[in-house]
């Protein structure tokens, strides 16, 4: 290629509305044009002469797959990557295509493009649909053990009363009924709220400082709790008992995590900002409350971070995996939504509720 048409070509790059990275047999940045300036937010010179791996805070782009393209000469696309520069993520389609350009000195040409709203609205709602299937199932498994398990425990305490002076029999039945008590507090907290709770006019860092003050009673040293509000959000119109639960769920997953990583400086933030024309599934509301809720702990197991509403899905030692399929419950009764952002050394869930004008 002479250098007239190498400049054609550039020039042609630097002006495409997709973001273009090329990278050579290393993975070394050789070329990225204007636009990903505008998709990661940083100018795009900083991306020249680093590995592409090595750029970001977190990322969940695959490179073993990267490195099969390249040796076996073959291109695809990759619908839902993260990226995160400087704690913010950013979700994009991306494409790979194996090129071999010496006047490049490039053999990968990689193309980012953001992800549609409505295509992340559908995403949305997707999942929300395939939470709600596993929940109903959860729910309907429920109750086929409520009913046998009252059965159970009444047997259980007939036969305490009929053979009350034999204590190797009141030792078995007292282990029964303790036993099926467990499993019906269970039960209960699988079948969630059963009916509408008031809803009241609240100030929400009202609750979120009884949440601070609640867990600040037991909270190790090293952990501390910053708090980012913003006083000029309006009151929000929700049941505050179940939005504090809601919020402690979450706020006490974070202490779990810094607890077992043993992390020496622990910090949880909590943060109070409004948003406007937010897409809570297929609505979209004008004016939202955005609560924030993140901690620098080791972050969520990527197997199991899509999973993480669902019930009984946990990784924690004797967790059961239900306070935050219950706080999601909690908020879309609420008609809001909770997103949830995690890499190693940080994580974030992001509690979006309308707010009334």
Known sequence: ???????????????????????????????????????FRMSHKKFLGKKFDKIFDYTNFDFDRLHSCHSKDLSYTDYEVTFVIEAVPIIVEVTVTPVSDQNFNCDILLEFRKIAIQQRMNNDIAQYNQQEAARELIRDLAHEVKNPLGGLRGAAQLLERQFKDKEEVKEYTSIIIEQADRLKNLVNRLLGPQKASPHVMTNIHIILEKVRKLVSVDI??????????????PEVFVDPEQIEQTILNIVCNAILALKEQNNPAGVITLKTRTAYRVNIYENVVRLALVIQISDNGPGIPNDIKDKIFYPLVTRRKGGVGLGLAIAQNIINQHNGKIECNSWTGYTEFTVYLPIKE
């Open 1 to 39: 290629m002479i250098d007239s048409e190498k400049s054609i070509a550039l020039c042609a790059l630097d002006n495409m509305y997709t973001a273009v990275i090329m990278l050579d047999h290393n993975f070394i940045v050789k070329y990225a044009n204007n636009a990903t300036e505008q998709i």
């Open 220 to 233: 190790p040293e090293n952990i501390k709790i910053v708090r980012d509000y913003d006083p000029s959000i």
